[in-house]
């Protein structure tokens, strides 16, 4: 049974899942009965952060046109982009190897956007439904989840959780913090 995460909550991955090794981090989303005459695409991205809670470099910002991490195992990549976020369960999909995981990476952000928002007159408000879940991948048992609730109407960039290593054990924190200003915004954040 899943560990289900409030906002804020931190926990141990070791503790929610004894002896994890890799774990594949699914997003997922349903757009509100809203028309807004265009199809919404939301955008997962993910941060490799360094010891200065800044990008290890610009080449570890995993996205759609930049699947997987530099390191030789590529120990972090997206699945690939979802244009719709039509169907059920996970919408993307980031696979993570904790025990490839360079040392220079000390936090991995997981970010959602809704591409073009300010074209398209777009926010977070007009998604359900969202979460973010973190699945063994070895047992293929979902170990937590954090399902987002916020009433986010004016947010076009949300950080949805963080993994982060403390004392060389990685630990996830559902975060749920809204952004105006896309995926921009998270850049300025993150960028050195």
Request: proline share 2%; net charge negative.
């Amino acid at each position: 049974m899943a560990i289900s995460l409030s906002k804020g909550q931190r926990i141990s991955l070791e503790k929610a899942s004894p002896g994890l090794k890799a774990a594949f981090v699914g997003l997922g989303w349903d757009v509100k009965k809203v028309d807004t005459g265009t199809d919404f695409d939301v955008d997962c991205s993910v941060f490799l952060l360094g010891e200065n809670e800044k990008l290890v470099s610009d080449n570890h910002l995993i996205f759609y046109n930049n699947l997987k991490s530099p390191d030789p195992d590529h120990s972090v990549e997206h699945m690939g982009d979802n244009l719709t976020g039509a169907g059920e369960g996970d919408d993307e999909v980031i696979l993570v190897n904790f025990t490839k995981i360079p040392n220079e990476v000390k936090k991995i952000v997981f970010v959602v956007t809704i591409h073009e928002a300010d074209k398209r007159q777009q926010n977070f408000g007009q998604i359900e439904n969202a979460f973010v879940r973190l699945v063994d991948v070895q047992t293929k048992n979902e170990v937590l989840r954090y399902d987002l609730t916020e009433d986010y109407s004016i947010e076009t960039a949300l950080i949805t959780a963080e993994i982060y290593n403390k004392d060389g054990e990685w630990r996830m924190t559902a975060v749920g913090s809204g952004y105006e200003g896309g995926l921009q915004a998270i850049l300025n954040r993150y960028s050195s």
